[in-house]
């Protein structure tokens, strides 16, 4: 862990089956925090609590999450309870109330067993250790079946400060904000502004660029914490260049390792649009694409099904010529200038969709905007988890 921050993780028996559910993520120093939130209009009490707790502070202290209960759509109880979910950790911690972020994930709909969150509070604050985030990662968990932990270090002026962030995301994945959850600590010393901007950018390059099953949830939220206990310090455009770098190697990483781990998913998909008219015509594209439910299921089913792909290209809002199109599987071609290179390159092609991990490039040939955005196959596991999802 980056220093003076610490993390927990126990089971609360909010979740039927007895699993890690509670989590807390402690810094011993007041630490500048960034975020963003999901865009879904139905909101979470714990995302409008959390923006208007960074809005008026700027700075926290401390984390508390819970799995299996979204605390989303129960009425005048919802605000109150996430509240008192944050006041439970203030008042254990002896920190200011409006220092404690509140994240919540799971079903939506039922009220937040709170005498759980309660009871609970002593066994968590209890547990706070340096060790690294494991129990943490596991207590966020909802259908995820590994937990998500990577860190990485960088150095400024010779100075070296460490980021870790953990995620939690199998299912509701779509490229609109953060979807899913994801926190973030790192020791580096930063301004606010300055983080909020990288943390923004990184985002967009990172948990902007995924999708599993074109849902968004109501609870998205990705927090990054920075308590400066390094003595490393980034305020010139350099240090800041380099940080962002560092925080959204880390971000990737965390990006596609929710989409490997999504639900049903047997495939890692980065669909690559180079040579566009602009980025942004590329990512329109790269979205398209990785979000069709025709070529998601091609994937699972290992079939090198081009025709699926560029009719979701041609309904993606942006003109491009056909006729100047190559595609690839890996470096395997399989049209050029949009003619289809035979049976024994789709064969080839084929041989590629067998793998884990591939890459689709679509190459317009039409100027120099690009963008990847990462997906997965849409099994017949994903129609069994999702339909037993409240059993």
């Given at each position: ?28 120093q007041?630490?500048v ?6 865009k ?26 819970n799995?299996?209960?979204a ?19 203030s ?56 937990p998500?932990v990577?860190t990485?270090?960088g150095r ?8 870790t ?91 596609k ?19 566009a008219?602009?980025?942004?015509d ?6 398209t ?14 079939d ?7 009719a979701a290209?041609g309904?993606a ?7 100047r ?14 003619i ?19 890459s ?7 100027g ?8 997965c ?5 994903y ?9």
């Amino acid at each position: 862990m980056p220093k003076g921050f610490k993390t927990a993780g126990i089971a609360a028996g909010i979740k039927k089956n007895g699993s890690k559910d509670m989590g807390l993520v402690y810094s011993e120093q007041p630490a500048v925090c960034a975020g963003v939130f999901t865009k879904n209009r139905v909101t979470a009490a714990c995302v409008v609590l959390d923006r208007q707790r960074m809005a008026a502070a700027g700075t926290c202290r401390a984390i508390v999450v819970n799995s299996g209960n979204a605390n989303c759509c129960t009425g005048e109880t919802e605000m109150a309870d996430a509240v008192a979910m944050g006041k439970s950790v203030s008042d254990a911690l002896g920190i200011e109330a409006d220092h404690v972020m509140v994240s919540s994930t799971g079903v939506i709909g039922q009220r937040l067993p709170l005498e759980n969150v309660k009871n609970g509070m002593p066994a968590l604050i209890e547990q706070l250790s340096e060790d690294g985030p494991a129990d943490f990662a596991e207590s966020i968990m909802t259908t995820d079946t590994v937990p998500k932990v990577v860190t990485r270090h960088g150095r400024i002026d010779g100075m070296d400060y460490t980021v870790t962030g953990v995620a939690k995301g199998a299912g509701m994945i779509r490229p609109d904000m953060a979807t899913m959850l994801c926190f973030v600590c790192t020791d580096i010393g930063i301004g606010q502004p300055d983080l909020q901007a990288i943390v923004t950018r990184a985002n967009d390059r990172s948990f902007n660029r995924i999708t599993i099953d074109g849902d968004t949830s109501t609870n998205d939220t990705l927090l990054v914490l920075a308590n400066g206990t390094s003595g490393v310090y980034a305020s010139s455009a350099d240090q800041l260049a380099a940080f962002g770098a560092v925080l959204e190697e880390v971000l990737v990483a965390l990006a596609k390792m929710v989409v490997k781990d999504g639900e049903g998913a047997t495939k890692l998909v980065a669909i690559s649009v180079v040579n566009a008219a602009s980025d942004a015509d590329a990512r329109k594209i790269a979205d398209t694409v990785a979000n069709s439910s025709l070529v998601k299921t091609a994937f699972f089913g290992e079939d090198a099904n081009w025709g699926r792909i560029i009719a979701a290209m041609g309904r993606a809002g942006v003109v491009f010529e056909y006729g100047r199109l190559d595609l690839y599987f890996n470096d395997v071609q399989l049209l050029e200038n949009g003619i289809y290179a035979g049976p024994a390159a789709e064969e080839a092609a084929s041989a590629v969709l067998k793998q884990s991990e591939f890459s689709v490039v679509l190459d317009l040939k039409t100027g120099r905007g690009e963008a990847v955005v990462w997906t997965c196959d849409l099994s017949i596991d994903y129609v069994k988890i999702n339909a037993d999802y409240r059993s």
